[in-house]
């Protein structure tokens, strides 16, 4: 094809060979409904009954606490994708502004976090199958999610971002719907099978009012409940809403649809999460909750509407896609944006016609292959390590991410930043900045004391405390592993 028949061709789209490079595709309705569906999984769904039980009504507060800081940490890793938006983002931001070192852990930190949730949620949906269709394999049902992700994955950006906004608005209305037949039993005054009315003075009137456990309890068999606990629980149901800074690489218009996106977390986090759930314990009491059942299922089931779980069945079964999908889409990218730092073999930072990255799209798909079949061979394993690594390699990630900004401000000020900021000093620079984290000064040290802190909560619960002891050697393996490629590298 001649160059002038190159330069008429649309280049956003997927379909049309021009010279491989990763395409802008994502348009700001894509970028708007992946960084919503980022926060809203499985743990909203199921998740949420453990993060009620720990602290009562009062998880309301927990959640807005942690979705203060979950959207700092994102305006932190906006700040830089608005001004440099690149492909792997928060390593490549790691690698250009703090160190080669720092952009090789935070890279395989992430990629491997998400290859073990990935591995758990198709691990799991055979189970949402065999709601259905009892009489499939679960490993059946893995394998053909498996092979369908990663195919449409190879398909192009603009085919990974169409399905995430349907997979989202599933999720969306799913809720929204929770919310009106809540608000519809609370108004109409419909009687629920606890004998309770459904009222938000629930809320403070139902065993033990709203905090039941205060900040801190320990309960008589030695485990700890309480405000300060369902942090724990909460923080780690935020995972993925930092994907809007992987996009940003592949984003039409970077400097108006980030911003947009990411400032949209904040209220959707109060209408997704603390919203919903208010909803919640205001029809069904905070102790009725007992996780055996969605709290999604139970509020419907509590005024006799029993299709509820039929309906939450094929909701799941889609965020379960939903997050495999993103997933292997931020892996990919991961391992391309490794690749080119020097952090990652050669072969992973070459792109097809379609502008994919897809020696990292299969190269990710067989190591995620290979976790299901552990899972499946040693739930055990499994469950008790790897899950361990995948919740403390999140707050590894988020502080890593706070950390790299502090570096990328002083880079800035230095006259070293991106772009329209290069050869700009000190404050003008600074002030220059089109999507600045508020508090600059300070909001990142905060961030990283919260994140040490849940670390430390971490301790107190015998769930979690193996993940604490889990990131340390994780954290030595991939020192070593940094220390050995750069070896190899100079030999």
């Known amino acids: 094809m001649s160059d002038t028949n190159v330069k008429r061709t649309p280049r956003e789209t997927d379909d049309v060979p021009v010279p491989a490079t990763l395409r802008k595709s994502l348009k700001n309705r894509h970028i708007q409904l992946i960084a919503l569906g980022g926060a809203i999984g499985t743990g909203l769904f199921y998740g949420s009954s453990e993060s009620i039980a720990l602290a009562g009504p009062s998880i309301l507060l927990a959640y807005l606490i942690g979705g203060l800081v979950i959207f700092m940490i994102v305006r932190a890793l906006s700040e830089m994708a608005v001004e440099d938006p690149k492909a792997g983002a928060f390593s490549y931001y790691a690698t250009r502004y703090w160190s080669k070192r720092a952009g090789f852990i935070s890279g395989w930190n992430y990629w491997f976090n998400y290859v073990l949730v990935a591995m758990v949620e198709l691990s799991v949906v055979g189970s949402f199958v065999n709601y259905w269709f009892p009489n499939i394999p679960k490993w059946v049902s893995a394998a053909v999610f498996l092979v369908v992700i990663a195919a449409l994955n190879l398909m192009g950006v603009s085919k990974f971002g169409e399905f995430e906004f349907w997979f989202a608005i599933i999720k969306i209305v799913a809720v929204i719907a929770m919310i009106l037949g809540g608000l519809y039993v609370i108004i109409a005054n419909v009687p629920t099978a606890s004998g309770i009315r459904a009222s938000f003075a629930n809320w403070f009137t139902v065993d033990g009012g709203f905090m039941p456990h205060g900040l801190m309890t320990r309960n008589a ?271």
């Open 221 to 491: 068999d030695g485990t700890w409940t309480g405000l300060m606990m369902a942090l724990v629980v909460v923080m780690f149901s935020f995972g993925g809403t930092e994907l809007i800074g992987i996009t940003a690489g592949e984003t039409e218009n970077p400097r108006v649809t980030i911003p947009k996106a990411t400032n949209g977390i904040i209220w959707r986090i109060l209408v997704f999460y603390i919203f919903a759930l208010g909803v919640i314990m205001a029809v069904v009491p905070w102790s009725k909750i007992d996780g055996n059942s969605s709290p999604f299922v139970q509020i419907f089931d509590s005024v006799g509407v029993h299709a509820a779980a039929g309906i939450l069945n094929f909701v799941c079964l889609t965020a379960v896609m939903s997050v495999y999908n993103s997933g292997l889409y931020a892996n990919s990218r991961m391992l391309y944006s490794l690749a080119k730092q020097g952090n990652a073999p050669a072969y992973l930072g070459k792109l097809t016609k379609r502008g994919v990255p897809a020696a990292g799209v299969i190269t990710s798909a067989i190591i995620i292959a290979i976790a299901v079949v552990v899972v499946f061979v040693w739930p055990e394993f499994a469950f008790n390590y790897l899950m361990s690594i995948a919740t403390i390699a999140a707050a590894i990630n988020w502080t890593m991410i706070m950390i790299t900004e502090i570096h990328f401000r002083r880079v800035v000020a230095a006259g070293d930043g991106p772009a329209e900021l290069k050869g700009l000093k000190g404050k003008e620079a600074l002030d220059k900045i089109a999507f600045k984290l508020p508090f600059a000064r300070v909001m990142p040290y905060i961030v990283i004391a919260f994140m040490a802190l849940v670390v430390v909560l971490m301790c107190f619960s015998a769930s979690y405390r193996i993940a604490v002891v889990a990131g340390v050697i994780w954290l030595i393996v991939l020192f070593s592993a940094y220390e050995l490629q750069k070896r190899f590298a100079k030999q």
